[in-house]
């Protein structure tokens, strides 16, 4: 049920995203706006500003622009839709569109402004291990700190890669920092033909 709401929120809010695109640009070029609705069905709430009504229906799946002169039958008037500029209706047909565009710009915009965007840390420190992968069969843990590789200082996580890749298919010794104890963990990594390197299955800190 949550994913059947959630999906009519979305789409609620790009269809009413996408109408208000219609009515501001009409609004802005001088089109009479009769009505701007947000829904379908009988109205819950209704109010007049000025020559617009404005309304919130029952069904929230969509919603719709009243602009005057867009109705074929509906006599022409100077401030109706056909009788403004080409570019002044091109834009109100596009307004639409262009707002649906927009909206995830923002959205992903405010997204990354408040949470930020995940980086790896190029530290010698574990930040997830694989389930099933050589590190995790040995007993490595997020959080272990990879002090060296047969006898090899390791300082960051490119630094551990970098050294892992001199023994492919190798069984490697790991001298590993877990809180204040040091402890050594023996390891034979698995080449990847798809990164073409050997791996032990871990991820460095985000």
Same mark, same amino acid.
């Given at each position: /049920?949550?994913? =059947?709401?959630?999906? =009519? ?14 009515? @501001? ?15 379908? *069905?009988?109205? @819950?709430?209704?109010?007049?500003? *000025?020559?617009t009504q404005y ?6 799946l969509g919603g $719709? ?7 074929? #039958? ?6 109706? +839709? ?15 569109? @262009? /707002? ?7 959205? +992903? ?7 930020? @965007? #995940? ?10 291990? =694989? ?14 700190? =990879? ?9 960051? +996580? ?20 877990? #809180?204040?104890?040091?402890s050594k963990y023996?390891?034979?990594?698995? $080449? ?15």
């Amino acid at each position: /049920m949550t994913t =059947i709401f959630a999906a =009519i929120f979305v789409f609620g809010v790009l269809v009413t995203v996408h109408e208000f695109g219609h009515f @501001i640009t009409a609004k802005l070029t001088g089109m009479r706006v009769d009505e701007f609705a947000v829904g379908f *069905g009988p109205k @819950i709430y209704q109010t007049t500003e *000025g020559e617009t009504q404005y309304s919130l229906r029952l069904i929230p799946l969509g919603g $719709y622009n009243k602009i005057a002169g867009m109705d074929p #039958d509906e006599e022409p008037t100077p401030d109706g +839709f056909t009788s403004k500029p080409i570019f002044s209706r091109m834009l109100v047909i596009l307004a639409g569109p @262009i /707002m649906n565009f927009i909206l995830p710009v923002l959205l +992903f915009f405010g997204i990354f402004a408040i949470s930020g @965007i #995940d980086q790896p840390v190029n530290e010698n420190v574990i930040g997830e291990v =694989i389930h099933g992968k050589p590190a995790a069969q040995a007993g490595l843990m997020p959080g272990d700190r =990879i002090l060296s590789i047969n006898g090899e200082s390791i300082g960051t +996580f490119d630094g551990l890669v970098a050294t892992l890749a001199k023994y492919p298919n190798e069984e490697v010794t790991l001298e590993v920092q877990r #809180d204040e104890k040091v402890s050594k963990y023996k390891i034979v990594s698995e $080449y990847s033909e798809e990164f073409k390197r050997p791996l032990i299955g871990v991820y460095p800190k985000i």
